[in-house]
């Protein structure tokens, strides 16, 4: 099992970047995919990014795809979502997730996802 916290949301202008962290703490990181996903008012839980474990493999979605760059430091035991050039649809509570698994997949659905955050609130204004 492993716990996750986010941190690192807020509220910023059009443009702006913001890192959001996910700290780990149960099992090693190692075994996890790690994953992050967001929900704005209204709307899914959508996915935006995910690592393998190794940290050698990124998938995103295409709305952050040249924006967002998601990374992780097993030792660390912490993962991190970069995101650049923010623009007001990207408001949301993002959430940090973890997927334990045995092979070189990268689920990109909430399902597959076992461990979730709190969730950290970014809200980007035009």
């Known amino acids: 099992q492993v716990q996750l916290v986010e941190s690192g949301g807020g509220l910023v202008q059009a443009g702006a970047s913001l890192r959001l962290t996910c700290e780990a703490s149960?099992?090693?990181?190692?075994?996890?995919?790690m994953g992050w996903f967001r929900q704005a008012p209204g709307k899914e839980r959508e996915f935006v990014a995910a690592?393998?474990?190794?940290?050698?493999?990124?998938l995103y979605a295409d709305s952050v795809e040249d924006r967002f760059t998601i990374s992780r430091n097993n030792a660390k035991m912490t993962a991190a979502l970069e995101m650049n050039s923010l623009k007001p649809e990207d408001t949301a509570v993002y959430y940090c997730?973890?997927?334990?698994?045995?092979?070189?997949?990268?689920?990109?659905?909430?399902?597959?996802?076992?461990?979730w955050g709190q969730g950290t609130q970014v809200t980007v204004s035009s």
């Open positions: 690592i393998n474990r190794s940290g050698e493999r990124t």
């Open positions: 149960g099992r090693p990181l190692s075994r996890y995919v």
């Open positions: 997730a973890a997927d334990f698994r045995l092979n070189e997949i990268i689920p990109t659905t909430r399902n597959d996802f076992d461990y």
